[in-house]
């Protein structure tokens, strides 16, 4: 069994290590806000696949206390990214490999310049995970995770499935992180940005509401576009390497379409006051479709309006009489 530090145990790293942990692996989870509860009642996940809790979890303040480890899972926020490597280096040795399950574009461009590329990874996590009360963990629905190396190295990527191996977790093996992230970004830049935009509404408002949905699709044509340029400007060669707009949009849509009413996590940040995930997420798809000359005009368009929108950004607007 492996060592694995969960460095950003939100909703989502929390839940991801929780299901390592139930699978046997030596698990130890950084927390901060949570500290406290869970170490008077453990960490509890309610799921769909079945509810459980870690009685007495790994736990630790900071990073230095967790130690080396084998595994480091990133669940920060891209609003934290500057600081992932100084709370990942305490747990590294030459042969730890991280893996960050976070949203947008560049992640793990940004690790590796600390980190290094071979031992940096991509998840990419398709889930409806909120956190409820102090350590408590509500998974809604799905639950799967694409891996994908940043080096695109088979073997390496074959060290990060054997990992999940016995967790309750679906695994799909991705050969190629920059397309993998970019149709993530097919779900991620049209429903994390107009839940927003839209006036704080969930997903079942976006695609229940014409307007709203037609809106949301000609976001992921945009989307696809400017991915598919940016897998030809990187190389990439063959109808296996391009993006299929017309399937990965039906599915993005299927899925959502019986999510129910669903609360994204820039969403919730936005309603609680937190800084939202404005430049990876929406930023640098926009920035790379313009360098590389794809019109991208309602990313563009919500971009801005997210940046202006963004609590950590721009102060309230001052009531006038």
């Not at 869970?38 to 996940?45: H, M, S």
């Not at 990942?88 to 893996?99: D, F, K, Q, Y």
């Not at 949009?249 to 309603?271: A, K, N, Q």
Request: net charge negative; hydrophobic share 45%; proline share 6%.
């Amino acid at each position: 069994m492996a060592t694995v530090a969960v460095i950003g145990a939100g909703a989502v790293g929390s839940y991801y290590g929780a299901r390592l942990a139930q699978a046997g692996h030596d698990v130890r989870f950084l927390l901060r806000r949570d500290y406290d509860a869970v170490a008077a009642r453990g960490l509890r996940i309610e799921s769909h696949h079945g509810d459980f809790t870690l009685e007495r979890p790994a736990i630790a303040r900071d990073a230095a206390a967790i130690g080396p480890v084998d595994w480091v899972l990133c669940g920060l926020k891209t609003t934290a990214l500057d600081d992932a490597a100084a709370l990942i280096r305490p747990c590294l040795t030459p042969e730890t490999r991280v893996l960050a399950i976070m949203n947008g574009l560049g992640v793990e461009e940004s690790l590796a310049g600390s980190l290094g590329t071979g031992r940096v990874f991509g998840g990419l996590a398709f889930t409806c995970i909120n956190r409820g009360e102090p350590g408590v963990i509500h998974h809604i629905e799905y639950g799967q995770v694409g891996i994908a190396h940043l080096g695109d190295d088979p073997a390496e990527l074959d060290r990060a499935l054997a990992l999940w191996q016995d967790a309750t977790v679906e695994i799909t093996r991705q050969p190629s992180l920059l397309r993998a992230r970019w149709e993530k970004l097919c779900w991620n830049v049209p429903f994390n940005g107009l839940t927003v935009a839209a006036g704080g509404v969930d997903t079942e408002v976006i695609v229940t509401d014409p307007a709203l949905r037609a809106e949301a699709r000609a976001l992921m044509e945009e989307v696809v576009a400017a991915g598919n340029a940016d897998l030809a400007a990187a190389g990439a060669a063959g109808a296996a390497e391009r993006i299929d707009g017309e399937a990965v949009i039906s599915r993005m849509f299927e899925l959502t379409d019986v999510m129910g009413p669903y609360r994204p996590s820039t969403l919730i940040d936005y309603l609680e006051g937190r800084a939202i995930e404005v430049d990876a997420i929406f930023a640098e798809p926009a920035r790379r479709a313009r360098d590389l000359g794809v019109p991208t005009p309602r990313m563009e368009m919500l971009t801005a309006l997210l940046a202006r929108l963004d609590p950590a950004r721009t102060p309230p607007p001052q009531a006038t009489t």
